[in-house]
């Protein structure tokens, strides 16, 4: 991957966390980082103030949708059934698509799709 698409990728990331922090912070919301110490990262945890969460991962390109939803499916694997319960979505954020819902159950959406 040459550095122009490295640097769109952490622009694109860092836009869509911009964009859920606006969407998150008048429901006061709050939108985290997750990272365990195995390694396993998620771009977005977005928390609602009653509990209900979302987890989010970000990527430029549809070619790395599969690598998002298992980091995502990882995430799952991990939950107690009280905090998978209040999980309301796992979602792959890209920046051009239809929205849809993949077979495993992780929904896709394009950055567009997030706003009012």
């Not at 429901?27 to 195995?38: A, I, L, P, S």
């Not at 998002?68 to 209040?86: E, F, G, I, M, N």
Request: net charge negative.
């Amino acid at each position: 991957m040459g550095p122009e698409i490295e640097l769109a990728g952490f622009l694109f990331e860092s836009q869509a966390i911009h964009d859920l922090r606006v969407y998150a912070q008048p429901h006061r919301g709050e939108v985290r980082f997750y990272r365990d110490n195995k390694g396993l990262e998620i771009d977005a945890i977005v928390e609602a103030p009653d509990g209900r969460w979302l987890a989010a991962e970000i990527e430029l390109g549809h070619h790395r949708v599969d690598e998002a939803a298992r980091h995502l499916l990882a995430l799952k694997k991990k939950l107690s059934p009280a905090v998978d319960a209040a999980c309301g979505a796992l979602l792959v954020i890209v920046a051009d698509t239809p929205t849809y819902t993949r077979p495993d159950g992780i929904l896709v959406t394009s950055i567009a799709s997030l706003g009012p």
